[in-house]
Nanobody, 114 residues
Framework: VQLVESGGGLVQPGGSLRLSCAAS????????MSWYRQAPEKERELVAT????????NYADSVKGRFTISRDNAKTTVYLQMNGLKPEDTAVYYC????????WGQGTQVTVSS
């Protein structure tokens, strides 16, 4: 099983980034996919979730209206489009796959700073 995140980096406040998470080794289309983030000295928090079919999404209040989660089951990839980034969005972002078990990626750093 592999979850490989990419797309992180340094961006100015108000900017945008698109994270990708390429999955392999399991039946991607059967799993709920989520993005979590963890800032320094803070607990990991759930950012966004999308159902296995991609027909329903949920977001943390802090990112509603700015972030969009999507998935392409044919490409076994989940995305997180992040717009209107704020310094408080700075964190390591992790991809998560959930069914009866949880799988995690290694994380990608997002830094929002001028």
């Amino acid at each position: 099983v592999q979850l490989v995140e990419s797309g992180g980096g340094l961006v100015q406040p108000g900017g945008s980034l698109r994270l990708s998470c390429a999955a392999s080794g399991f039946t991607f289309s059967s799993y709920v996919m989520s993005w979590y983030r963890q800032a320094p000295e803070k607990e990991r928090e759930l950012v966004a979730t999308i159902t296995s079919a991609g027909d329903s999404t949920n977001y943390a209040d802090s990112v509603k209206g700015r972030f969009t989660i999507s998935r392409d089951n044919a490409k076994t990839t989940v995305y997180l489009q992040m717009n209107g980034l704020k310094p408080e969005d700075t964190a390591v972002y992790y991809c998560n796959a959930r069914r009866w078990v949880h799988y995690w990626g290694q994380g990608t750093q997002v830094t929002v700073s001028s």
